[in-house]
């Protein structure tokens, strides 16, 4: 359907992002972010409606077909607000500072985001998703939409009060802690960082948290990297724990090879069924260097179809790499993914069906259920291994070279099946950053795996960006499709690719790749570095349509693009401001170990080349900052325990006032507090009991909850004397919310000396 054809059309007809162009045809006056939308705010005074999400997220669909193409409710936007829709992979610069302010305000985070700005950009509302009706207590989209066009309208004085202390907030949150006490940067420290980084360990399904499960790639490159220098056993157990659970779980498309976004539970079996390119670009650098270090060819064989997904189905003609695949088909999450076993019988035949459906637990019974359709029985089934392949053939009687080679035409019949099915959708965007993860990978892979075809398609690649993603004055731009390069890149796009220039030239590949990488990393230094308080900022000095130039090192499901820029520093020979730069960071990364994975890795490169140093505390501590929603949440909850008898453990939970906890058994939906032992058998714990709590109805909730207030007490009873050497350790996981709002999960974790 032509343009013309359609009723309405607005301004994102005029963009190249896969996101913006869903939107085009809305009834909603939508704007990209740019200087028409800002001025029109500030000439007709008008607040701005900022909505920002992604191609392949699912509730970003959701509301657009509920809200966005609904003409009531795109009248009410239009007539009350500028509003403006960004792709959060094209500026990730404005989802980062605003999605800090969904946090501050809310608790939380996620896509679609959604957030009231001033017409000089400052925030004074946020939050995500929103129906387009009030529903369970919640108050919907043009609900909200009135209330706040009031707000601005008739109580100006407090909306300005309001913007400006969230403003001031973000002001603080977008610069490093300082050094209150002297922080020494030597390997002591990075051991205890690496340990404290691994607390969460899931002992029983691998991964790090419990449901839903990422994969935590920047921790797992951090353990591979530490692994490497100063090997340990147990660290080495946790890897491959985690790596083998996560190719032989729902998490990998089994046919395919690639990786889905994340797992909706703590076994790795159903996904979310996004595949990013950063994900699998990732998930392939560890496989094939997990493979490096141990030489078990089943981790290259994980590290292989990775790459060779990504190049079949993520590469354009040109050798460039594809953005995300769409986790719905069809406004149904998963749809090309799932099988019964009927259809695997029609494609296969009985017998190599039986054998197929016994490997990849289609014989246990469905396992996946529509989470947003009517019915909650499962129907179809998430292929996955529940056991290894050598016991599979052992119970199915056929020996495991030959079961592998049958396996692997199998596949390739129900891909070639699942190929003829309905697709979700491929953002054809490129991204300088993503894409250099990618070469990065492959040029690992090729040089790790011996397939010069790998670092071929690196170098592919790479020359690709250098000749259409960047100009003749040396100026990198981020995104680009269809011949339409947009955007200045952002600090992450020049230090991934100078990242990804060495790793060819360490691969073997052309060399003149690392004297570009030098030159980009001089521009780099010249853009974005910090000269007076060491770093460097998120965007370049010619940024002038963002609020809050921001200065950050924590990792996001990306590395830290600060962090990576110290490595590429290091390796380029800059040790002095690799050095300011880990140390600009390096009071919060003591702090804060559990999302600074990358940074603990660059510091880690700079004492293998440059020794330990020590950080001052600063002459002047800067005004109190809030804590973020994590730290936030871990402080609602103190935890100790004390031995009843050597068999009974009581946990006394001690619950901050004007907080509660969901109890074990809350309402549906809601997530449960609960306790792990480790460092027991699994048969020694006889059971954990847990108080029943109380009963209350709270505003944002449509029925009682079952909650934990003041303090709660857990009792842990094992089936023998736990009188031995080492210590147990507890890991609580809890939600805690207030009267309005509720915390991130979290999990509090204290080691007990045993009776």
């Not at 390796?571 to 300011?580: D, F, S, T, Y």
Request: net charge negative.
């Amino acid at each position: 359907m032509s343009i013309a054809e359609h009723k309405y059309t607005n301004r994102l007809a005029h963009e190249s992002s896969p996101y913006l162009l869903q939107h085009q045809h809305n009834p909603v006056d939508w704007y990209p972010w740019g200087p028409e939308a800002l001025e029109r705010a500030r000439r007709e005074d008008k607040p701005i409606f900022l909505s920002v999400g992604y191609s392949t997220c699912y509730w970003c669909h959701v509301m657009e077909r509920q809200c966005f193409e609904n003409e009531a409710v795109a009248r009410e936007m239009n007539e009350r607000f500028i509003n403006i829709k960004v792709d959060r992979e094209e500026r990730p610069d404005i989802d980062q500072l605003y999605m800090m302010a969904v946090q501050v305000l809310t608790h939380h985070g996620g896509w679609p985001m959604s957030v009231w700005l001033t017409p000089d950009l400052r925030p004074f509302y946020a939050g995500t998703y929103f129906p387009p009706e009030d529903v369970h207590g919640r108050p919907g989209f043009v609900t909200v939409l009135r209330a706040l066009d009031d707000y601005y309208r008739n109580r100006r004085d407090e909306v300005e009060r309001a913007a400006s202390e969230l403003h001031q907030i973000l002001r603080q949150l977008a610069t490093p802690m300082r050094a209150s006490v002297p922080v020494q940067v030597d390997d002591e420290l990075i051991r205890q960082l690496v340990q404290r980084s691994v607390m969460d360990f899931d002992p029983a399904w691998g991964g790090f948290g419990g449901a839903p499960k990422f994969p935590r790639q920047t921790l797992l490159e951090l353990l591979l990297t530490h692994n490497q220098i100063e090997p340990d056993d147990e660290r080495s157990r946790k890897i491959a724990r985690t790596l083998d659970a996560m190719a032989m779980g729902g998490i990998r498309d089994q046919l395919g090879g690639a990786f889905h976004r994340y797992s909706t539970d703590a076994r790795w079996l159903v996904p979310h069924f996004e595949i990013m390119l950063y994900d699998n670009a990732l998930l392939a650098w560890i496989y094939t260097e997990q493979y490096r270090q141990t030489e078990d060819r089943a981790y290259a064989q994980v590290a292989r179809e990775v790459m060779d997904f990504v190049l079949a189905e993520m590469t354009s003609p040109e050798g460039a790499f594809y953005t995300a695949i769409d986790a719905e088909v069809e406004a149904r999450e998963g749809g090309s993914y799932l099988w019964t076993a009927e259809q695997i019988e029609q494609v296969l035949g009985p017998e190599d069906a039986r054998i197929f459906n016994h490997v990849y637990g289609v014989d246990l019974g469905p396992n996946f259920a529509d989470p947003h359709g009517e019915s909650d029985e499962p129907h179809a089934n998430v292929l996955y291994q529940p056991r290894p392949i050598a016991r599979s053939a052992q119970n199915l009687g056929i020996d495991e070279q030959e079961l592998v080679e049958r396996l692997r035409e199998m596949r390739r019949k129900l891909k070639a099946a699942r190929d003829q099915r309905p697709q979700p959708m491929t953002d054809t965007k490129i991204l300088t950053a993503w894409n250099a993860l990618m070469i990065r990978a492959l040029a690992h892979g090729g040089k790790c795996l011996g397939e010069k075809r790998y670092i071929a398609a690196a170098e592919r690649a790479a020359r690709w960006l250098l000749r259409h993603h960047m100009d003749d004055d040396a100026n990198l731009y981020r995104t680009s499709r269809d011949g339409q390069v947009r955007h200045r890149a952002f600090l992450e796009d020049y230090a991934y690719l100078c990242q990804a220039l060495l790793a060819l030239d360490e691969a073997g590949g052309d060399h003149s790749f690392r004297e570009t990488a030098r030159s980009m990393a001089t521009v780099m230094i010249g853009r974005f570095a910090d000269e007076r308080e060491g770093g460097f900022y998120f965007t370049d000095d010619y940024a002038n349509d963002i609020l809050v130039r921001q200065k950050l090192a924590s990792d996001s499901p990306l590395p830290s693009a600060n962090a990576v820029a110290a490595r590429v520093l290091i390796e380029i020979g800059q040790m002095e401001l690799a050095q300011r730069t880990i140390a600009a960071f390096a009071a919060q990364m003591a702090q804060q170990p559990e999302g600074m994975s990358a940074m603990v890795q660059a510091a880690l490169y700079y004492l293998q080349q440059g020794g330990a140093f020590t950080v001052e505390p600063a002459s002047a501590e800067p005004a109190t900052r809030p804590l973020p929603p994590e730290q936030a949440a871990l402080g609602v909850v103190e935890m100790n325990a004390a031995w009843a008898s050597p068999q009974e453990l009581r946990v006394r939970v001690e619950i901050q006032p004007g907080y509660h906890l969901n109890a074990h058994e809350p309402a549906e939906g809601m997530i449960p507090t609960e306790l792990q032992v480790y460092g027991v058998e699994a048969d020694e714990i006889a059971a954990i009991e847990y108080p029943p709590g109380v009963t209350r109805k709270l505003a944002f909730a449509e029925e009682e909850l079952r909650l934990y207030e003041g303090t709660a007490t857990l009792v842990v009873r094992f089936s023998r004397d736990q009188r031995r050497e080492s210590p147990l350790r507890l890991a609580l996981r809890y939600q805690a919310c207030s009267e309005d709002a509720c915390l991130p999960a979290v999990t509090r974790q204290i080691e007990v000396s045993t009776p």
